[in-house]
């Protein structure tokens, strides 16, 4: 498989690294990651107690369990790795692009 590879200013070889997935059971929902991406990738949204997406704007609090990082706009990812960098619970799962 064939991967899509760049060059670094000094012209070094660089394979960036998407990110796929986030592990739900680890996230936190403490945000850094979403405050180091520029990129508008992330969004914090919350679950209920079956780990199932619910709306935000839904007056019924307690169906709200917690809140996860979710992947939104994915084709905006850029491959950087700050996302993963800065999680300290190590939920994020990257891999280069196939082309």
Same mark, same amino acid.
């Given at each position: 498989? &064939?991967? $899509? /590879? +760049?060059?670094?200013?000094? @012209?070094? &070889?660089? /394979?960036?690294? %998407?990110?796929?997935? !986030?592990?739900?059971?680890?996230? =936190? @929902? ?7 991406? *520029?990129?508008?990738? $992330?969004? =914090?949204?919350?679950?209920?107690? *079956? ?22 706009? +994915?084709?905006? %990812? !850029?491959?950087?790795?700050?996302? &993963?960098?800065?999680? @300290?619970?190590?939920?994020? /799962? *990257? &891999?280069? +692009?196939?082309?």
């Amino acid at each position: 498989m &064939a991967t $899509l /590879t +760049a060059l670094t200013k000094s @012209g070094t &070889a660089w /394979t960036p690294q %998407y990110v796929e997935s !986030i592990d739900m059971n680890k996230c =936190l @929902g403490c945000g850094r990651c979403f405050k180091v991406c *520029h990129r508008n990738v $992330l969004e =914090l949204r919350p679950i209920n107690e *079956h780990g199932e997406f619910v709306d935000d704007d839904d007056d019924d609090d307690d169906e709200v369990l917690r809140k996860v990082m979710t992947i939104t706009n +994915a084709d905006d %990812y !850029i491959g950087c790795e700050a996302c &993963a960098n800065i999680c @300290g619970k190590k939920c994020f /799962t *990257h &891999a280069p +692009a196939a082309v």
